[in-house]
């Protein structure tokens, strides 16, 4: 039934799944791997969306991976930098050649008797079905579905006689010059279109319901580009990661242990750039703590500078119905708009919504607690990478494909065929896989795995204390049951 296997099936071709084929060559030179892209091309996220200055929101040498120096003198990345820099680093590390385009995994069966996974595969466009087989199945293809992104239903949408756009499906023919826009939602999407829109547009609003908090951030690392002039280009990279890392996690910590004081900065820096006149607490003061749900970043204050030319602005207020001419909201107040951007969030799922059988058995994810954010309770040989919510996603994403790859060596050079992380009763925790207040996460909090009231059954969201875990933790002794 199989045409091929191999020792590693490595699901996604994003920036996740370019450096678990990078750590798989490092510590398993002589295993076989494939990597299974259901789209055309590379780079996931960084190659699907295509709305106006669709960009990073975190800075290059964090997202970036640990082993490939991001090169560009801008921070924070466009998207199309970030893409050709994915393509470049895989062809840089031969590592484009593992992949097999056009394979959307629907399925894996696990087979206790055989050790291995059995993985149904659709070829596109003919759906022809292949089936490949591992003994080992690493998931990067992120949390979202690719096809479609989440729009709530309006009342009246069918109304509007112009256009209504989710981000996620923008067409790249799109003309929006001299058109009045409206863009539903106030997260980093909606952050990024504003000032990417704002020079063409007659108009564009942002309409939110609530707030979300928005901080400026140097668009070049100006301590990184002068380093670079000096220092070896790999040295340069490290320090500055460091920095940003330790940045970055000292800014969390604030928000966490002082939120009081980080509103404050927050809103002394957004004065700055408004002016003391500026309605700060209607339109840019959540009523939650910093990091409860994740910060915007304005790269130069870029956000900011929309808002201050007339071109943009910002309404707090709920839709009540679509009209012909726009939208009508709860308040009464009416706006006008020719294309209307629904920025509203993604459709989430579990582990590239795979269906997973083991021995016959249909798995619920539901069921499962996490073990050190990478693997799953009493599910065989069977890996993900999930990144960041506060911070990078590539830095959880480069230490759990670096842990996977440790652990197959583990299990080669000790003749191991299956490894089962075994959870010896740790209560389930009330935490949710991901720990945000963000509605789109709220919408899927029942389908994805739990976590446990402990380590390393509860997932860090801390760079330093995941070193710890999955780099230097032993292999042996741990929870994980061998055979």
Same mark, same amino acid.
């Given at each position: 039934m199989a045409t091929e296997h191999f020792d590693l099936l490595i699901v996604g071709a994003g920036i996740s799944g370019i450096g678990a084929g990078y750590f798989m060559q490092k510590e398993n030179p002589s295993k076989t791997f494939a990597i299974l892209e259901g789209r055309e091309s590379m780079g996931g996220t960084w190659d699907l969306f295509q709305y106006p200055g669709i960009r990073s929101d975190s800075d290059m040498h964090t997202l970036g991976f640990s082993f490939s120096p991001w090169k560009n003198p801008k921070a924070i990345a466009d998207g199309p930098s970030i893409l050709s820099y994915i393509k470049e680093t895989a062809k840089n590390f031969d590592i484009e050649q593992h992949i097999k385009y056009q394979s959307f995994v629907k399925s894996a069966a696990w087979s206790t008797e055989n050790s291995q996974w059995t993985v149904e595969v659709q070829l596109r466009p003919s759906e022809e079905t292949l089936f490949y087989t591992c003994?080992?199945? %690493?998931?990067?293809?992120?949390? @979202?579905?690719? /096809?479609?992104?989440? +729009? #709530?239903?309006?009342?009246?949408? *069918?109304?509007?006689?112009?256009?209504?756009?989710?981000?996620?499906?923008?067409?790249?023919?799109?003309?929006?010059?001299?058109?009045?826009?409206?863009?539903?939602?106030?997260?980093?999407?909606?952050?990024?279109?504003?000032?990417?829109?704002?020079?063409?547009?007659?108009?564009?609003?942002?309409?939110?319901?609530?707030?979300?908090?928005?901080?400026?951030?140097?668009?070049?690392?100006?301590?990184?580009?002068?380093?670079?002039?000096?220092?070896?280009?790999?040295?340069?990279?490290?320090?500055?990661?460091?920095?940003?890392?330790?940045?970055?996690?000292?800014?969390?910590?604030?928000?966490?242990?002082?939120?009081?004081?980080?509103?404050?900065?927050?809103?002394?820096?957004?004065? %700055?750039?408004?002016?003391?006149? @500026?309605?700060? /607490?209607?339109?840019? +003061? #959540?009523?939650?703590?910093?990091? *409860?749900?994740?910060?915007?970043?304005?790269?130069?204050?870029?956000?900011?500078?929309?808002?201050?030319?007339?071109?943009?602005?910002?309404?707090?207020?709920?839709?009540?119905?679509?009209t012909e001419k726009g939208i009508r909201l709860k308040s009464g107040k009416e706006l006008d708009a020719d294309i209307i951007v629904t920025a509203t969030g993604l459709n989430m799922v579990p582990l590239g919504d795979v269906k997973f059988t083991l021995d016959d058995v249909p798995l619920n994810l539901a069921d499962k607690m996490v073990y050190k954010g990478v693997m799953l309770q009493d599910v065989p040989n069977l890996g993900f990478a999930m990144g960041y919510t506060n911070a990078s996603w590539t830095l959880k994403a480069d230490l759990a494909s670096e842990y996977i790859s440790r652990l197959l060596k583990h299990m080669s050079d000790n003749n191991h065929k299956q490894c089962i992380p075994n959870n010896n009763g740790v209560p389930v925790s009330d935490l949710p896989f991901f720990d945000l207040k963000a509605g789109y996460i709220s919408r899927a909090k029942d389908i994805f795995p739990k976590q446990g009231i402990t380590a390393p059954w509860k997932m860090n969201q801390n760079y330093l204390a995941d070193i710890k875990s999955l780099r230097y933790s032993s292999l042996e002794k741990s929870d994980i049951v061998y055979s």
């Open positions: 003994n080992f199945l %690493y998931l990067c293809s992120g949390y @979202y579905k690719y /096809d479609k992104g989440y +729009t #709530p239903s309006f009342d009246g949408q *069918d109304k509007f006689k112009g256009q209504v756009i989710h981000p996620q499906l923008w067409p790249t023919d799109l003309d929006y010059s001299g058109k009045k826009v409206v863009v539903i939602g106030s997260g980093a999407t909606a952050v990024t279109l504003v000032p990417s829109m704002a020079e063409k547009v007659s108009h564009i609003t942002m309409l939110q319901r609530s707030p979300t908090y928005i901080v400026g951030f140097p668009e070049k690392d100006v301590i990184s580009n002068t380093l670079g002039k000096i220092l070896p280009q790999k040295l340069n990279y490290d320090i500055t990661r460091w920095k940003n890392v330790c940045l970055a996690i000292s800014i969390f910590q604030l928000s966490q242990r002082q939120p009081k004081v980080m509103k404050k900065l927050i809103n002394k820096y957004i004065t %700055y750039e408004l002016g003391p006149d @500026y309605d700060i /607490d209607t339109h840019l +003061t #959540p009523d939650y703590n910093p990091w *409860d749900e994740r910060m915007c970043l304005a790269p130069d204050g870029d956000f900011f500078k929309a808002l201050k030319s007339g071109k943009a602005d910002i309404v707090t207020d709920h839709i009540d119905t679509f």
